[in-house]
């Protein structure tokens, strides 16, 4: 297995310029990265990527507003999927399977709920469902909101200890990395529309009245193989979040982590890759299997 250290590519789209990475060779693998103070699909994969693109070609967006991509008005998962989808269109992809961490996680299921026809298989890590048993918003998501109240290393460093079960991933270094990265106008701007003690009120108000039905009523849309992956000690997304999504997509199936926190990608590397893998060319082997 070889690093892979290569410069972002950009591609000027319809709905604002996008920084994606694109690395190896063979089905087409687009990686969705979440939301959260410098976060970005370097951060959230770069340790994933040289074993994934020894498989498979790899498509690494940066959403809207996050690393190197332009923010975009509007609805910020709708924007997002258009994101998304724009890039696919321009690099020519018809067909992808998707991976999706968290926030990348809902953006990955909206585009195989309004796309079927272009998604082969659907991995998330965390993200999707809906709260049954436990409070939203959660620890982590009340530990952001208090960081893009406040932006110091002391904030960010309690949100990121809640993204893991492992406290040694999180380093001086990662803290100035993700520090540096969460400052940048553009970035903080980005997460404070998300996490804002306002905005989060009003999801909270969203996923408890008449209308939380809508939270997941694109889920049995979703045709593709489906694999939801869950840390079993995720203190952002608690992992009842997982059982409606597991229920309501009709060919999902649910896999947790022990001991694992919101970055199962990270925590629980070898064995996310090892099924991600697995899974993905067993949709492939499906596919060919049906075709003329």
Same mark, same amino acid.
């Given at each position: ?191 404070? =529309?998300?996490?804002?003690?306002? #905005? +989060?009120?009003? /999801?909270? %108000?969203?996923? $408890?009245?008449?209308?939380?039905? &809508? ?54 590397? =070898?064995?996310?890759?090892?099924? #991600? +893998?697995?899974? /993905?060319? %067993?949709?492939? $082997?499906?596919?060919?299997?049906? &075709?003329?």
């Amino acid at each position: 297995m070889s690093k892979i250290d290569q410069a972002p590519q950009h591609a000027a789209l319809p709905g604002g310029g996008i920084q994606y990475y694109d690395a190896g060779n063979g089905p087409c693998v687009m990686l969705i990265h979440g939301s959260g103070p410098g976060v970005n699909a370097w951060a959230n994969y770069r340790d994933n990527l040289p074993v994934f693109a020894e498989h498979f070609r790899c498509i690494m967006p940066d959403l809207p507003g996050y690393g190197g991509s332009d923010a975009r008005d509007g609805d910020p998962v709708q924007s997002c999927v258009a994101a998304c989808v724009e890039l696919l269109d321009t690099l020519d992809v018809s067909r992808v399977h998707i991976i999706g961490n968290s926030l990348g996680g809902i953006v990955g299921s909206y585009i195989a709920a309004q796309y079927p026809e272009r998604v082969a298989s659907f991995m998330t890590i965390g993200g999707i469902g809906l709260n049954l048993f436990c409070a939203f918003p959660g620890e982590g998501l009340n530990l952001l909101t208090a960081f893009t109240e406040q932006p110091s290393r002391e904030n960010l460093r309690r949100w990121l200890a809640s993204m893991v079960y492992d406290q040694a991933i999180i380093t001086d270094e990662l803290l100035e990395a993700r520090y540096a990265a969460a400052t940048e106008p553009v970035t903080l701007a980005t997460t404070r =529309a998300l996490y804002s003690r306002s #905005a +989060i009120a009003a /999801i909270a %108000d969203y996923r $408890r009245g008449e209308n939380a039905a &809508q939270v997941v009523a694109h889920l049995p849309s979703i045709q593709a193989p489906t694999l939801i992956t869950w840390g079993r000690d995720d203190r952002v997304s608690p992992l009842d979040i997982s059982l409606l999504p597991m229920r309501m997509i009709p060919n999902a199936e649910l896999h947790v982590f022990p001991n694992c926190g919101h970055w199962a990608m990270i925590e629980c590397k =070898a064995r996310f890759e090892s099924l #991600a +893998i697995d899974f /993905i060319n %067993d949709a492939e $082997r499906r596919y060919a299997q049906v &075709q003329p």
